[in-house]
């Protein structure tokens, strides 16, 4: 039987795509070079019990099974398979249950992150991890990279925030991991192992997050630099000092221009570097800590040291840093390059970047998380020329490759999907390959979950 | 071939063990109630070399292993199994590397936790996790069991710091999980699958942990009260408060009086419950934030709040609290639970439990981790009596089933081991147990690390 017709069978019409113009958008997720089929059907599925019922036609035909969230995703995790299924979580969209108390969100997977983050907020809470997508990513989504974000430097990852999750196995059944409570070991920690597994193992339908009381208004400062290399000092010098800041991002020259003509901006156009810090420890704390790092940038090197008067004005340096990445995408293609190294080779990573981008002749723009040393070199070409296109990819590639000569990891919080793969193995080795594809195994014997993701 | 005889053509002759009166000191943890055998040998590996060839020793002739650190546990996790092989980490005990900008420490499993602590203090940074046994407990140890502690309430558990891991598996192969970055999301969460799962999936031999900066020297309150369901109330009205408390305990009148006895202390004998606070914010904030809490507890009905004046009253307040649960051992033999419930339910806890001590007809003292909902509720006993023996187990049992019931989990710390396996299927179902045994099998087909243990 035709799969459509099939999941008719077991799904209200309303939820069953199959229209090619429709699924035309629900075809792939905003990496580039990344390639992707066109699906059978895209299941829209209301409640867990669609996406069960999903799976289970999908195992009984065969069919692979893609999970889709907001496909705002970066490494084509979420990119359709040819006549497979698309399951896209967009219209599991709401806040389930707020616990002012013992500090907990019940959500499904389709909210988006800042909705989830503004709900939280009306009851004096604080959902920490703040990918610079915010406004047009799902939790879902946020749980099967295990996104990062901005103030990860002192309040870590989606991981760090996730205590239960309900998940849809391949073989349709339904599985609770995790608790509600602060701490919990009982058995294996399968919420942690489904986190960041990019919908390989299952499917998430609801999850359980920890929040924070919500912190103070932050306190900012922008430095600036003449040399990026400069900048990269600078914030060993920071982290060294044991300043507690939420927040420690940096943009180079390329990516402060490619701001100052998107956003119209009006950033300090000669600098070659600008680090952005913030404190959210309240009070005199927060002014001493902003002070120091202040100081610290003087001392490396900076060129001039802003401290913010008014948290508008914080907020601005904020909205310029978020833009980066869609400000330098203006400019041409782009291909966002995801490093994290050790923060005391930051420095040295950031002129690596800068070789290879004129030995291979490309624009690379550097923005990104320095405070956990994780960054995003950001390639920009002409995709309709092919030497450019080539050197493009030969840049990222190499990017990558200095990213682990420096003891770094080739995603900080992008994730693998089809963009990385080959690089997963370099990375994790032989034996770590084994051992991934003994989990997938184990968990999807049919290899019906976003099969070709993630597992080289 | 005889397996001592196996073993020591493998490995040097002082690693083997096979003498009785030296292998039965390696058969019991610190659990109760739970069974040992008799190994046929104990490798006491000094490098991951001498784990490797065990294991492969183990496997070729299908000898069950268990991993043992300093035999420290609560769960019966490191008791040997009849015939097979401890292999006994205690020798690899060396702090390998300690990194002050990147701010992570490379440590041997055999390292006790308050060695590790010391060694990176001396560099100004910290390891938070801190279980009540860290002067006798391993750090591989604390990664079996993903160990807690005092301080979780602000800085979280063992997971929490875990970087990367090298880890033994059941082939013989050396897996490095993780990375020495601040982020990373290439591939499976393995380093959190590995940890707290008791030895059953793979053998650590080497850990990578963050670090972070020193804290500020706490400041201390302690809050008593004429009815520890009142202290429960008080910590529900902290927890809501928002206020960043460093450490947040519980003990109830009858651990109150066994430490008196025990140590010779001086504290209140008429009190039903004492909470203790801190808070290592630092100056200003951190006076402020505990007379604040001294607030909440003399609204909620504290019938008196100490203060501490200097940080050595507070230091001796915390020796109390951490001496409670060896206090009570010297009352008779103990059964320490370790149900973690939300917040909102301490105080029906609280009372859940007082009224299982007068159904039941047993002793128990209450201490706990009050501010993440963690309580140790410790039945105390005459094991040479069975009646006394069998209404101790009814007794942790139904504080078990009193947890569950209040959403919370079997256990927040001490981990399953043999002693709460049948509790384990409990708490998460059918599908979860499946779950467990396909990731079990997947990495040891053969079962041969630490069967019987954890999975059901």
Known sequence: MDVVDRLRQVLPESVVLSDPDRIESYRYDRAMFCP??????????????????????AAELGLPVVPQGARSGLSGAANAIEGGLV?????????????????YVVTQPGVFNAVLSR?????????????????????????????????????GVTTDYVLALEVVLANGEILR??????KGVAGYDLTRLFVGSEG???????????LRPQAQRPHTMAALFDSAVTAGEAIVDIVRSGVSLSLLEIMDGTTIA?????????????????????????????????????QLCTDAGATDCIVADDPLEGDLLLEARRAGLVALEQLGTTMIDDVCVPRSRLADFIAGVERIAVEVGVTVGVV??????????TVVFDATDPLQAARAQTAFDQIMAIGLELGGTITGEHGIGVLKKQWLAKEIGPVGVDVHRSIKQALDPLGLLNPGKVVP
């Open 87 to 103: 399951i896209s979580l967009e219209k599991m969209d709401q806040v389930l249950r707020i616990e002012p108390v013992d500090q």
């Open 36 to 57: 992707a089929g066109v699906p059978a059907a895209v299941v829209l599925a209301r409640e867990t019990a669609h996406v069960q019922a999903a799976v289970r036609v």
């Open 368 to 377: 990104g998380h320095a405070g956990d040393g994780n960054m995003h070199p």
């Open 119 to 155: 709900a939280v907020a009306e009851h004096g809470l604080f959902y920490p991890p703040d990918p610079s997508s915010w406004e047009f990513c799902s939790i879902g989504g946020n749980l099967a990279t295990n996104s990062g974000g901005l103030c990860c430097v002192k309040y």
């Open 200 to 210: 390989t193992l299952g499917i998430i339908t609801e999850a359980t997050l920890a």
């Open 177 to 182: 991991t995790g608790r509600n409570t602060v």
């Open 258 to 294: 490619a701001v100052n003509a998107y956003k119209r901006m009006d950033l300090p156009a000669d600098a070659a570097a600008m680090l952005i810090a913030q404190s959210d420890t309240g009070g005199e704390a927060a002014i001493q800590d902003i002070a120091k790092v202040a």
